[in-house]
């Protein structure tokens, strides 16, 4: 079945770019505590995910970020919002790998719940450039694991399902593409290199 693979599809954040939102928190706090706050106002609430969901506005997610924080934390928030994609980094393994895979004659495309902002990551994502084609949850206004989002992408790009294997951090996407007709695999973050070695084997490079 393996062999019958062409098309490989991945997920950004945590795949092919970092997504550590403490990280992004700590970077503009001067202590670990305003982090703690800044992260759980602004990253680490649910409405995060109403912002992927092209739902509501990065105006009101500032907002909302803005009633969770005391005044003092303002121009951090401020600060954050607007510089945070820029110390998204590139998981390097990831990008290495869907080098050698265009090289090999296969198609990627990206297939990511992100904000409309989402450029501002892939403006430094080296892989990026070499893309198929992508589908963007907040521009769709469809979301993983919802198997629509998934055959949104097939119909686009005149997919068969049958010939795409997808690479997703969150084994609930994962899921979400299997019921849509694709293969999966669950990409390990912290093991990116173990995970990229056990994706060449399933690929049979």
Known sequence: MTSSIRNVIFDMG??????????????????????????RALFDRNEWALLDAG?????????????????????NLHECIAHWPEHSEPIAPTNSFAAQLKERGF?????????????EQ??????????????????ERLMKPDPAIYQLLCERYGLDPATC??????????????????????FITDDAEASVAQLERILDL
């Open 122 to 139: 892939l403006g430094h994502c080296p892989a990026y450039p070499l893309m198929d084609g992508r589908v963007v949850s907040a521009e």
């Open 107 to 119: 198609s990627l495309y990206l297939l990511s719940n992100a904000s409309t902002r989402i450029d």
């Open 55 to 75: 739902v509501i506005s990065h105006e009101t997610m500032r907002r909302i970020a803005e009633a969770a924080l005391p005044e003092r934390l303002l121009p």
């Open 165 to 186: 294997i997808f690479v997703d951090d969150n084994l609930n996407n994962c899921h979400g593409a299997e019921v849509a007709g694709m293969q999966s695999f669950h």
């Open 14 to 39: 945590g795949v092919l770019m970092t997504f550590d939102s403490k990280r992004f928190a700590t970077i503009f706090t001067g202590t670990e505590e305003d982090a703690e706050l800044l992260d």
